[in-house]
């Protein structure tokens, strides 16, 4: 299968073709390879001395390097993304949790006899349901209910949909011309 060096291909195979490689990060020795070492560089890896790596594109997708409208840039050799990601607070929509619930609270219609509450059942007081605005001793104050946080901070899986296939790597075939 005929190819210009550095050229990468989806391949449907489970095997590389002749003069091609997987692409999955392999470290090749520079002498073994010159020509293609003369294209990556030690973009995917490798010391530059003495070995360079081929891309690994193992369970990743490739995208394009640079930047588009509105997009953000990608360095070429540059890995990013993740497969799963844990909601937090911090990354959710703001959103309020409606609650709801009976209290029930022993009270007797007699006319209390004792300011504390402790170790003691609730007692009537004169106009103690009070609709007035203005009247703070005697308005009955709504309860307020917090929701706290759930959830048990397992990641999300976020993989786009995929077909499992190799990429592989022109090794050797025609020298790519600048122009």
């Not at 490689?21 to 030690?42: D, P």
């Not at 309020?96 to 609270?105: K, L, Y």
Request: glycine share 14%; with cysteine; net charge negative.
């Amino acid at each position: 299968m005929e190819g210009t060096i550095g050229e990468i291909r989806l391949f449907a195979a489970n095997f590389a073709p002749k003069d091609w490689s997987y692409c999955n990060g392999t470290l090749i020795a520079i002498r073994a390879n010159t020509a293609l070492f003369s294209i990556l560089g030690t973009t995917y890896g490798g010391d530059g001395q003495v070995t360079f790596g081929l891309p690994n594109l193992s369970g990743r997708s490739a995208i394009g390097a640079g930047q588009g409208p509105g997009l953000s840039y990608y360095a070429l050799g540059e890995t990013t993304g993740t497969n799963t990601k844990t909601l937090t607070i911090s990354n959710i929509p703001p959103h309020t949790h409606t609650a709801g619930g009976n209290i029930v609270i022993p009270a007797f219609s007699d006319e209390g006899d004792s300011g504390s509450p402790a170790n003691n059942i609730l007692a009537s007081k004169a106009s103690m349901y009070t609709s007035q605005e203005s009247d703070s001793t005697t308005k009955a104050i709504p309860l307020n209910i917090q929701v706290g946080a759930t959830g048990g901070s397992i990641p999300i899986n976020i993989t786009q949909p995929s077909l499992g296939m190799n990429y592989i790597i022109c090794m050797y075939g025609v020298f790519p011309s600048r122009s």
